[in-house]
């Protein structure tokens, strides 16, 4: 059984397009994660969401919005798409979301996005 | 300046060799030190925790973590070509966000 799922796996998509990216979990944990990693292997982390509720909202564009419809899904949503999204998105969830040993975050396989 | 920094290599051994990889880093208020290791094209998995300074151990992977001189290091004895792959070093502050900082990621190549 997979444990933390994303779809699509790969998204080829014009510039201007507004697109979304899937992330399910059944793991049964509490917290989940959206990272973007560019093309040199960099891992940033954007958003994390707890039980439903926005933890970490960090400095990304607004064109970027998160949503989780319950505890085990969050969906990234982007509007406006511009060569520079072109990345890695990987999905992640833990047990908690606090710092330590119950942090453990499992990734996705990841999203690959590439913006013409 | 990132508040960790990783080289990003490429690093190649040849099998059998002991690899060390490393990071540096800025924050004082990191406690918690991770080692995810990513195959091409997967998801990062997580390798080795550390809460703290010390050494951690498991097989033929051990975690060292200095905090007076913010420095962490994965040491991969008896290297396989099955340990080919990047590793990233993560680490996060006390509280209650979870955030991961991760640093650029080490890609190892272990040869035959």
């Known amino acids: 059984d997979t444990a933390v799922s994303q779809t699509p796996k790969y998204l080829v998509t014009q510039m201007g397009n507004d697109k979304s990216i899937k992330c399910e979990q059944n793991l049964g944990h509490d917290t989940m994660y959206w990272y973007k990693q560019d093309s040199k292997k960099f891992l940033k982390i954007m958003f994390s969401?707890?039980?439903?509720?926005?933890?970490i909202n960090e400095t990304v564009p607004n064109r970027f919005s998160p949503k989780s419809p319950d505890k085990a899904h969050l969906n990234l949503h982007i509007n406006s798409l511009e060569l520079g999204d072109s990345a890695v998105y990987f999905c992640?969830?833990?047990?908690?979301?606090?710092?330590?040993?119950?942090?453990?975050?499992?990734f996705g396989p990841g999203t690959r996005l590439t913006v013409l | 300046q990132k508040e960790v920094e990783q080289d990003p290599g490429p690093l190649s051994v040849p099998e059998g060799a002991i690899v060390s990889l490393n990071c540096t880093y800025s924050n004082s208020a990191f406690q918690y030190f991770m080692w995810y290791r990513q195959y091409s094209r997967k998801g990062p998995e997580l390798l080795m925790y550390t809460y703290s300074s010390g050494n951690k151990e498991d097989g033929r992977f051990t975690a060292q973590v200095d905090k007076s001189s913010k420095y962490i290091s994965l040491f991969i004895r008896d290297s396989q070509p099955s340990d080919s792959a990047t590793y990233l070093c993560?680490?996060?502050?006390?509280?209650?966000?979870?955030?991961?900082?991760f640093g650029q990621g080490t890609t190892l190549q272990v040869k035959p």
């Open positions: 992640a969830s833990s047990l908690y979301g606090g710092g330590g040993a119950y942090n453990e975050q499992f």
């Open positions: 969401y707890n039980n439903k509720e926005l933890i």
């Open positions: 993560a680490m996060s502050a006390r509280g209650n966000t979870g955030k991961l900082i």
